[in-house]
């Protein structure tokens, strides 16, 4: 009975200590936050081969990507070899980025263009819908809508091209232009548009997660224009731009839209506006339910062509949500 | 050089050793698996682990379960369900009818399990089984319960057959799973009644093989041999028995008794051999009484004690049915209460069996007719102790017709006078077809078979012969038995057969007319109960061997 009683007390502490020393490899994080910015550059050098820049600002991390080839291609669409290069450093970003004890919200991806080196690319993820795409908590539909893709001129090159050209009307000598243009043209972005990097500085700015789902709602709405049937058959989206603001106190989404009907007639450009507000209503309910994200007051859309504006209170939208009421009704209200 | 002691150790736990060993290397593997993740990865496969276990166990718990349903009462599942409170078992002395000799012997060891610790102190040897011998129906499962009830012990029941089970080694896991819940009770209620129904399905003779291996049933028949040796006794404290080990095996067949392994019938375990047999007159009007007294029947028509009479040789769980037949037959007949002839009918229906009608051609049943006639003049007037209940020539249980014959009393020898009749009986339906139709049928099969039987063993086996040659031959083998002793016990046989085959044509040429009336009787009507058969011999002036009527 006591032999069997030791062996038993033998046994439960060995499972228990395993069980403790499993536990403990998952204690410490493999990359620490004061490497951080070290070991993304490390496993773009050692495992593809990549040199990158990494540069922090409060939760955001970013990440330069020098193409020594085009990015894009006749098409205007990625070439391939630079789209693996992206996947590449995507991939090491986020390793990272899940296996640090630093706390990071976002990163992003800045690619140039080899050819024209103002043209880039620049790629925006939240760490969290990474996370819920790993764990197959949201499709990977929903997780590409999620991410914003820009391409377009870098905003930075843009403004000192046009502050140079005044400058050499002006005729002020180049060592007076590098210092004014550091000090009064080279600050940091307050839109997530002028996100970049230039001369060997990056211009990022610490995204914010109401920002972000601003841009990503004009983002959908532009893929919503392009994607839909019925939508894309009548109409195209020209512009849409998201913000978050505060006036007087209160905080708010704001959209703006600019879409026009592809065959000009009175009945399209009449119906335009409802069919902007009705799309971009069921992409607000989705993006902002889909984070359960409620600071904030109301969504306010302007339909550029028509001046038109609506303006949804939180609880009219999850109303809407729950179809307590009507497209119609809120239109009237 | 590596000292024998570790040698030893190693050759012992070998298995302990490779198993710890291999639990240990899987574990640094997965140690090392999991280090080679980066973090993030290594916490989600940790923040899986306990469901995965969790899983991993409801998988297992499923397919167990699934096997054990499978293999019906699992491996060794205990008997919790048939675990029943002595008091609760609820049958009483008083309860206990018609053995009333193993009644008082089985009161004698309820006192001996109360009085365990006085036993004990004398120095007295502890009761640690009962064995209960007996026909089926005798009563021997409800003696248990009533033992049960008396002491008011816990009482465990089980079947010797659910110690059965086509894997090796689950009859003993179940025996030993018996016997811990046993002494587990015993421990909580200072005693414990275990009721093996039907032992003999794993206590049988071991019979050992030159091939070797272990059977099943040897495994589990030898786990309960060591379970009832008492090895694990332990005394608390000295001299006072331990409650823990106050189990009582009982044990109840209808095997005979030298089919049980000698060694389960030594001291020891099976103590006590109790013998429940049939019950004699008087127990059976108790049985009638006692069951009778739980149906409505007619007092003024129902003679007890002349049912006690009739219902020789019936165990009390046929009296029990004769009475719950009777009480269906008077509610199909739309009678409130039972009547006497409700209970005749129900006998016989129980002793005969139920009317089957054949098609047979009048030549046929005439054939039968005299047959039975045979039968039944012999048995009224040649039987020394047995009574004709009823003569009939409608089929039942595949016979075209039947005599069927009641003792008049419970007799537990036979003489040769008795043998004889017997004898005589069997062959009168042969020498009634061969003197009214001048040839026979096969219908005298089965009664060939018993006369030839009887008088085999009368001349083989119990010395009822002229010859001089006395003694069991069947117990010498054939080849040992010169072929003149063969011969002459043979020809003794011969002998006894053709003399009552003269007996028989005598007496039934003498009463050819008796017969002849019969015979129209029988036609007529195709059933005549004793009623009826009396009556007739008694219009021809005939009595029979006993002299006087038994009712």
Known sequence: MIAKSRSTTFFILLIAGCWLLINLTGCYPTYPKGKLKESIVKICKKEYKLDVKVDTLGKTIAIYLPLSEDLLDFNFGLTKSAGEKIDDVITSATRVVLSTDADFDFYCVIVHDARIPEVQFVIIKYVYDVKRALLNDISRGEYGRRILFDLKLNPQAQKERAVKEVFEKMGIENKWQSEVMNDFFRSEPTALGDIGYWNGRFFIKDITLPEFLAEQIANRMKIEFREDKDISASYMIKSSKGSYQTKEGKRFFRLEVQAEPKIFTDIERKELPDVVFRTALTIINKVLYGYKYEDFDYFEILDIPSSRVLKVSKSDLESLRKNKISFEDLVKK | ?551
């Open chain 2, 1 to 551: 050089m590596i000292p024998r002691k570790w040698k030893m150790t190693l050759k012992t736990h070998w298995v302990k050793i490779t198993v710890t060993l291999t639990i240990i290397i899987l574990i640094l593997l997965a140690i090392w698996g999991m280090m080679s993740l980066e973090s993030f990865y290594r916490n989600i496969t940790l923040a899986q682990l306990p469901m995965q276990i969790l899983l991993f166990a409801f998988n297992a718990a499923i397919f167990v379960w699934l096997y054990t349903v499978v293999l019906g009462r699992g491996f060794s599942k205990s008997s919790r369900k048939l675990t029943i409170r002595g008091e609760l078992v609820n049958v009483k002395w008083s309860d206990v009818i018609g053995m009333d000799n193993v009644k008082n012997e089985a009161k004698e060891v309820v006192e001996l399990i109360r009085d365990r610790v006085r036993v004990k102190k004398i120095g007295g040897k502890i009761l640690r089984g009962i064995l209960m011998f007996g026909p089926p129906g005798c009563g021997k499962t409800y003696l248990a319960k009533a033992i049960a009830t008396e002491t008011g012990l816990p009482f465990i029941s089980m079947s010797g057959s659910e110690f059965v089970e086509m894997f090796v080694g689950v009859g003993a896991s179940r025996m030993r799973a018996l016997f811990k819940k046993a002494r587990d009770l015993a421990y909580s209620y200072g005693g414990c009644i275990v009721f093996i129904d039907e032992p003999d399905a794993v206590a049988r003779k071991r019979a050992f093989s030159v091939f070797g291996g272990t059977g099943e049933g040897k495994s589990t028949q030898n786990q309960l041999l060591a379970e009832m040796d008492g090895l694990q006794e332990v005394e608390e404290r000295p001299g006072e028995p331990n409650p823990a080990q106050n189990i009582i095996v009982i044990g109840a067949t209808n095997a005979p008794e030298d089919t049980l392994d000698r060694a389960l019938r030594r001291p020891g375990r099976f103590d006590r051999i109790l013998y429940i047999d049939r019950p004699n007159l008087e127990e059976r009007e108790k049985l009638f009484d006692f069951y009778l007294s739980k149906v409505q029947y007619n007092k003024s028509t129902v003679d007890v004690k002349r049912l006690a009479r009739k219902a020789v040789y019936k165990t009390p769980a046929e009296i029990e049915s004769i009475v719950k037949e009777s009480a269906l037959i008077a509610t199909r007949n739309k009678r409130d209460v039972i009547e006497d002839d409700d209970i005749i009918e129900a006998i016989e229906r129980i002793e005969m069996g139920t009317k089957h009608n054949f098609n047979l051609t009048p030549k046929e049943k005439d054939m039968v007719a005299w047959h039975e006639t045979g039968h039944l003049i012999v048995l009224y007037m040649l039987h020394p102790t047995k009574d004709v209940f009823k003569a009939s020539i409608i089929g039942r249980r595949g016979a075209l017709g039947v005599v069927h014959e009641n003792p008049i009393e419970e007799r537990f020898t036979r003489d040769r006078e008795m043998l004889l009749s017997d004898i005589k009986i069997c062959l009168a339906g042969f020498a009634a077809e061969k003197m009214r139709f001048n040839t026979t049928s096969d219908g005298v099969d089965s009664d060939f078979r018993q006369a030839m039987s009887i008088a085999h063993n009368m001349v083989w086996r119990w010395g009822m012969n002229d010859s001089g040659l006395i003694g069991d031959y069947t117990l010498i083998p054939e080849s040992q038995i010169s072929d003149g002793t063969k011969e002459t016990l043979n020809q003794e046989t011969n002998k006894i057969i053709k003399s009552c085959l003269k007996d028989v044509e005598d007496l039934l040429n003498k009463e050819k007319e008796v017969a002849e009336r019969f015979v129209k009787e029988l036609l007529e009507k195709q059933e005549l109960d004793y009623d009826e058969i009396d009556a007739i011999f008694k219009e021809y002036g005939k009595v029979s061997v006993r002299g006087m009527s038994t009712r």
